[in-house]
């Protein structure tokens, strides 16, 4: 009796000994996702940089951007949309971007993510390369060499850029390759549009690809516009736009954002811009077009395209007239004009099943631009709501 | 150490008696006993030299020969078909090595990972040799850690197995030359070959984690092939979660996200991005799955 009284005792003292040796076992089971939680939550954080930028008024910011002077610079390039465009089964994640020059590619470019690689070594040397899973698009820019490149057919095109449009457009290029905005380009769309329509301020510094810059805010003056906000991080020591992110009226995300990841000033390796089509790949000269840039644009998508960069490409397609001015801007087009290209839009399926019926049309609405097809083939494109687009199109007539 | 082996029961039920302290004393025997890289050595050894490991890893190397085979006495494949660069390979024989590399990464690296992690731990409890292994002065932890390094060491070799097979096979059936990157670019054979091995380090590391989930599952039972299923089962779960569209914001956290990144190897310059994000990735899976098998592993009740 004794004995086992005795025993039982010690088992018991065993017994919590190793109990609370056992919570102590499990402790770095408990540990390492609070770890890694706290890891992420910091990193997330939008970190604050070490010196704040000196104060500088919205004016003072724009000339920053007007005289950046950043001719080489490599980095990469993020761009998330969130238009309420179909998703497409080609823009899936295991299949490879659409052939170029669908209406299907440029969807696929205007949703969801997508990364490029930017490298730019002085005015006349650029390279971008659109990265998709297993496959590649490139843009290679060499003096007035242009290759284009998609690794998903092994297809090659080239473009010999006339001497006087690479004149004229020289200044633009040294932020992206012919067709490819970067941020630069988007950011000086964007400031064009300033005037008395629009409030400019100059939020809190914020912090993109590891560099502390000036946050130009951009607010209609007008409810009228699917735009609520556009906001341009400007490179707090080159003046550099670093990203752009527009916000639908009423949306809490963005609807479009495109900025840098990462982003280095080194002059990139020169051996980068040196294209030579790879053994076994189709090449194709591509004419030099009367007016470069349209086409360019049309049949190479670079990466992104802002919704605003749908406007000149329409224009340029025919006689247009413009209802509206600043942001409530609508775009017309004459019926004979357009006739072709109504109904090469929806000719596509993809855009066709996208568009919807409306009274008057089809409508190919997204957060930020609509554009209606009226049923005798015009086209009506805004950042405006769709019943502004109708009566346009009506006034029209 | 009464804490190190508690409630061991002698007559553990449906196990091999003569057998067990064999493999025992065959591990322990090559150094001295409790040296850590002698008793990874002998782990690695008895890994290596079962055949199941065989088996595994020459089914893995029938990937790239089945490939190669059907390419060459099929018609040629147009662009754009079937996985990414099968249509290179009747021009360039080292895509069988990239093609076979793709194709086996969602399912057939995890189904061979998931046998071997699966088998770590349960696979001794099961033959009841797990005991004698604890009665040897090498403690759980370092079981443990020796247990995880010999699953790791086959999640290296079995990419390797398939790239280096999928070349030397794609060099006897086809053509080798310059191998044209994604870019663009071309790299000559032997520049490519140090690609073929990035690319097996890339899906080494993807598979870290998915080693660890079957680490930690093994020390939940003594039937191995519990574990194993549950490990397979595990990571097509998470590959299935990756595809949904409406889970967006979960999939940067499953570890299979970046699996099929390592095309990123394939650039002219490389872009490490993924690597560095699936190295992330996959280092908290395994302490997160490395703290909870050693939460297990050392609180449990060694039975057999």
């Known amino acids: 009796m004794g004995s086992n009284m005795l025993d039982s005792s010690g088992g018991l003292q065993g017994r919590s000994g190793l109990r609370r040796r056992t919570w102590l076992r499990w402790l770095p089971a408990a540990a390492a996702p609070v770890v890694i939680a706290v890891g992420t939550l910091t990193g997330s954080l939008p970190a604050s940089a070490g010196d704040p930028l000196p104060a500088k008024t919205p004016a003072q910011v724009l000339e920053m951007v007007g005289t950046h002077q950043v001719l080489s610079f490599s980095g990469t390039l993020e761009q998330v949309a969130d238009l309420g465009l179909p998703e497409l089964p080609a823009a899936g994640k295991t299949s490879a971007p659409a052939s170029p020059g669908s209406a299907a590619s440029v969807i696929e470019l205007l949703s969801g993510q997508h990364t490029a690689r930017i490298y730019v070594g002085g005015k006349d040397n650029a390279r971008v390369q659109v990265v998709d899973q297993f496959a590649e698009r490139d843009v290679v820019r060499h003096g007035n060499d242009v290759w284009f490149y998609s690794s998903k057919d092994n297809t090659a095109e080239h473009l010999t850029l006339p001497a006087e449009t690479r004149d004229s457009t020289s200044s633009k290029d040294a932020q992206g390759a012919p067709g490819v905005p970067a941020p630069g380009d988007l950011a000086q769309q964007f400031l064009s549009r300033i005037d008395p329509t629009t409030a400019v301020t100059v939020g809190p510094d914020v912090v993109v690809a590891g560099r502390s810059a000036y946050n130009l805010v951009l607010e209609p003056r007008t409810d009228a516009t699917l735009v609520g906000k556009v906001a341009i991080a400007v490179d707090g020591h080159t003046g550099m736009p670093l990203s752009v992110q527009v916000t639908a009226r009423g949306a809490d995300k963005p609807a479009f954002r495109s900025g840098f990841t990462a982003l280095s000033l080194d002059t990139p390796d020169q051996s980068l811009f040196s294209f030579t089509p790879p053994p076994g790949s189709t090449v194709k000269d591509v004419p030099v077009p009367a007016k470069t840039h349209e086409p360019t644009d049309a049949q190479h998508p670079g990466p992104p395209a802002s919704p605003d960069q749908l406007l000149p490409q329409l224009e340029a397609k025919a006689h247009v007239s413009v209802a509206g001015t600043g942001w409530e801007t609508v775009v017309g087009t004459a019926a004979g004009a357009s006739g072709s290209a109504a109904a090469s839009l929806l000719g596509d399926p993809l855009l066709a099943q996208a568009a919807v019926a409306v009274p008057g049309g089809r409508l190919l609405s997204t957060a930020l631009l609509n554009v209606l097809i009226t049923d005798d083939g015009r086209i009506f494109a805004g950042m405006v709501a769709p019943e502004k687009l109708q009566a346009a199109a009506a006034a029209a007539r | ?304």
Not at chain 2, 225 to 247: K, N
Not at chain 2, 256 to 277: E, K, T
């Open chain 2, 1 to 304: 150490m009464p804490s190190s082996l508690p409630a061991e029961i002698p007559q553990a039920a449906g196990t091999a008696p003569q057998a067990a302290p064999q493999r025992a004393s065959k591990r322990s025997g090559s150094g001295a006993p409790g040296s850590g890289l002698s008793f990874l050595a002998s782990e690695l050894k008895v890994l290596f030299s079962r055949r199941r490991t065989w088996a595994l890893l020459l089914a893995l190397a029938a990937i790239p020969v089945l490939i190669a085979v059907a390419v060459k006495v099929s018609s040629a494949v147009p662009p754009g078909r079937g996985p990414a660069f099968l249509d290179r390979i009747t021009q360039n024989g080292l895509f069988v090595a990239f093609t076979s590399m793709l194709v086996s990464v969602p399912l057939f690296m995890p189904l061979a990972v998931g046998v071997v992690a699966g088998d770590t731990i349960a696979g001794e409890a099961g033959l009841g040799t797990l005991r004698y292994l604890l009665v040897a002065p090498a403690g759980r932890v370092r079981l443990l850690l020796v247990k995880y390094v010999g699953a790791l060491a086959f999640c290296v070799v079995a990419p390797l197995a398939i790239g280096l097979t999928g070349a030397a096979i794609g060099a006897a059936l086809f053509p080798v030359g310059p191998v044209t990157l994604l870019s663009g670019g071309v790299v000559q054979p032997a520049e490519a070959a140090v690609r073929i091995v990035l690319i097996a380090a890339y899906i080494a590391v993807s598979l870290a984690g998915l080693s660890a989930i079957g680490l930690f599952l093994s020390t939940m039972t003594v039937v191995p092939v519990g574990a194993m299923a549950a490990t397979v089962v595990v990571s097509v779960v998470s590959e299935v979660l990756d595809q949904l569209p409406q889970l967006e914001w979960l999939h940067p956290w499953l570890f299979s996200h970046y699996w099929l990144g390592f095309g990123d190897m394939l650039r002219q310059p490389v872009l490490w991005d993924s690597f560095g994000s699936n190295g992330l990735l996959q280092a908290g899976y395994v302490a997160v799955f490395g703290a909870l098998a050693y939460g297990r592993f050392v609180t449990k009740d060694i039975l057999s």
